[in-house]
């Protein structure tokens, strides 16, 4: 994308902000002078809570039984 001047940025805004978000290269300029690049903000992934699952799941006594040769076998 070639330079916008601050006046059409400052009108389009709202434009300029889906297409850097998109992944497209903006840069707003002072007359012939590239002074500002507008780029999407990327955000931390959410972090895991211990024990978030607590008391929400079951796990059924036969889980912990033995498995059966032939499941074993076809681990190995």
Request: aromatic share 6%; glycine share 6%; with cysteine.
């Amino acid at each position: 994308m070639k330079p916008v001047p601050i006046h059409r940025a400052k009108t389009e805004l709202s434009r300029l902000i889906e297409r850097a978000r998109a992944g497209e290269e903006v840069v707003i300029c002072r007359g012939k002078e590239p002074v500002v690049r507008l780029v999407p903000v990327d955000r931390e992934p959410a972090r895991r809570r211990f024990g978030a699952l607590r008391g929400k799941l079951v796990v059924g006594k036969a889980f912990f039984d033995p498995l059966p040769d032939a499941e074993l076998d076809a681990w190995e």
